[in-house]
């Protein structure tokens, strides 16, 4: 089945900065890769999501690239506020969303 | 407009008993999921339901977790008996087939401790 590999586990950074999360996944059928934030005592919840036909997607400070070839796909926050600061998940499925394999997931701590 | 809503938000109880968790999804979503999340990891798919239909189970450990979906709407899922491995987060989430989106609505979730 599909494995979705996910780095860094942690990451810090100064607000302003920009942020680089990687994923990995490994069933090149996989064709929907969302990106889920979580912050504490809540559920995860969509930031922007990508399908297989598309290379880059942007919305607003976010944007995510996806690497067919090398079934890699990378979510990336410019200008990060400490409001950004959460777990963030990525996933994938080569079912439309409705059978997602999360990774493992990211700590991104912003600090003012 | 209401979000996915589940209770209880948090339960402890001892090994061997029983636990059950119920989820009200967002009003007209037909797909129904659970999710099981340990700590310091990315949610697992236990069981996905179309209307009142159970469409994927295959990873739901059958001998202890049951769930059901009655009439469509709610859904809730069981634990019995309960086994210290069981201490994790449940996560319900819904969704629109209809949509033209792949968004998933998770609600807090349901956090068990088991001791």
């Known amino acids: 089945g599909e494995n979705v590999e996910q780095h860094p586990s942690t990451l810090s950074v100064q607000e302003g900065d920009s942020a680089v999360i990687k994923c990995t996944y490994s069933?090149?059928?996989?064709?929907?890769f969302p990106w889920y934030k979580q912050e504490l005592g809540k559920g995860p919840q969509l930031i922007i999501d990508i399908r297989s036909n598309v290379g880059e997607k942007k919305d607003q400070r976010i944007a995510v690239t996806l690497n067919k070839t090398a079934k890699h796909f990378s979510l990336h926050i410019t200008e990060t506020q400490p409001e950004d600061s959460a777990v963030y998940f990525c996933a994938a499925s080569k079912t439309g969303f409705q059978k997602l394999v999360f990774g493992t997931g990211t700590r991104l701590l912003v600090s003012p | 407009e209401a979000g996915v809503v589940q209770s209880p938000r948090y339960k402890i109880i001892e090994k061997k008993q029983p636990v059950a968790f119920w989820c009200n999804p967002i009003s007209g979503h037909n797909t129904l999921y659970w999710y099981r999340q340990n700590l310091g990891q990315g949610p697992e798919l236990l069981i996905r339901y179309e209307n009142e239909e159970a469409v994927d189970d295959s990873q739901l450990p059958k001998d202890r977790f049951s769930a059901e979906r009655l009439k469509g709407v709610d859904s809730t899922l069981k634990i019995q008996p309960a086994e210290l491995g069981d201490s994790a987060v449940y996560l319900c989430a819904s969704s629109s087939t209809g949509a033209n989106t792949g968004e998933l609505f998770f609600g807090e979730g349901s956090r068990l401790t088991v001791l």
């Open positions: 069933d090149s059928a996989s064709n929907y």
